[in-house]
């Protein structure tokens, strides 16, 4: 019933359709943010969590309330999740 259902112009048709709806934009919008999404569980997926990194002496840092890594105290965003640091407390070593 459903044989040759993805054959190569009933793709470029639905993709002419989606363009017609969408719109050139949102369309590509819409791929970056599929890609996107796809990239972040992959990585979640195939790499372990790994624990916050230890504070380096003498440093203050900000611990990231989204992923719990520790960053500069002057940080504005965490370097690894790019949460903004807004409410992460600040611990100096020692």
Do not use: W, Y
Request: proline share 5%; charged share 20%; with cysteine.
């Amino acid at each position: 019933m459903f044989e040759g259902l993805l054959q190569p112009t009933h793709l470029v048709l639905i993709l002419l359709i989606g363009l017609i709806v969408l719109g050139p934009g949102k369309l590509g919008d819409l791929g970056g943010q599929l890609g996107r999404g796809i990239r972040e569980f992959k990585q979640n997926v195939d790499s372990p969590a790994t624990p916050p990194r230890a504070l380096t002496a003498g440093d203050g840092s900000r611990f990231c309330t989204q992923c719990g890594a520790d960053n500069s105290a002057r940080d504005r965003f965490c370097s690894q999740c790019g949460a903004a640091m807004n409410g992460g407390e600040i611990r100096s070593a020692g």
